[in-house]
């Protein structure tokens, strides 16, 4: 089976400061999503990376997924505490998803 | 419009005993998938439905079992639980077809177990 490996598994970063979290798979990724979790609540939906090489940005959120569509990175620039929570890769599988374990971002104000 | 809505937000239940836990998708969605969130951990996918039958299964014993109804509703049961079926019930809601994985997600059911 598929499994995603997330690092780091937690992060403490300053405000303002910029910081990237890597989702590598063990199998060629055909379908990459981003989600965001606020501690104990649902998960809500960042991005969607389908194409080996695919860049997407929202607000100061930006995701890439690598030429190999093995690996992929979420960046965030000048983060701010409403980006703090736990951020979790999904991967296709036939029809369902399956996550990483996610990563616990803290923003220090 | 509203989302995808769990029901109850948190429950307590002793070992032995059985629960069912409820959901209404997003309007305009047909698909309804459920998921386990130990504490720590990434969500596990248990089970999805579509057109009222289960048409993928994750590695989970029979004890968890579903249903979804024709208004696209759907409920999970456990029976005989553990201890180590505390978690977080996500479920998600889907439309199926190209794009279905773009899960929206209610807040969960929080399941303790003593």
């Known amino acids: 089976s598929q499994e995603l490996e997330q690092s780091p598994q937690s992060l403490i970063v300053q405000e303002g400061k910029n910081l990237t979290i890597n989702c590598t798979s063990s199998?060629?990724?055909?379908?990459l999503y981003w989600y965001k979790q606020k501690y104990g609540e649902g998960l809500i939906f960042l991005m969607m990376l389908q194409k080996g090489g695919e860049e997407k940005s929202h607000e100061k959120i930006t995701a890439k997924l690598d030429e190999k569509k093995q690996q992929s990175s979420l960046h965030i620039t000048a983060s701010q505490p409403s980006h703090a929570g736990i951020y979790l890769c999904?991967?296709?599988?036939?029809?369902?998803?399956?996550f990483g374990a996610g990563t616990r971002l803290t923003v220090k104000p | 419009d509203a989302g995808v809505t769990q029901s109850p937000t948190h429950l307590i239940k002793t070992r032995g005993q059985q629960v069912t836990l409820r959901c209404s998708p997003k309007?305009?969605?047909?698909?309804v998938s459920w998921y386990q969130q130990a504490l720590g951990q990434g969500p596990q996918f248990i089970f999805q439905?579509?057109?009222?039958?289960?048409?993928q299964r994750g590695n989970f014993p029979d004890r968890f079992s579903g249903h979804q109804f024709p208004n696209y509703s759907s409920e999970l049961n456990v029976n005989a639980l553990l201890l180590g079926d505390s978690a977080l019930y996500l479920c998600a809601s889907s439309q199926y077809g190209p794009g279905a994985n773009v899960l929206t997600f209610g807040a969960g059911s929080r399941l303790t177990v003593l």
């Open positions: 309007s305009g969605h047909d698909t």
């Open positions: 439905y579509y057109e009222e039958e289960e048409r």
């Open positions: 999904g991967a296709d599988k036939m029809n369902d998803m399956r």
């Open positions: 199998k060629t990724l055909y379908g």
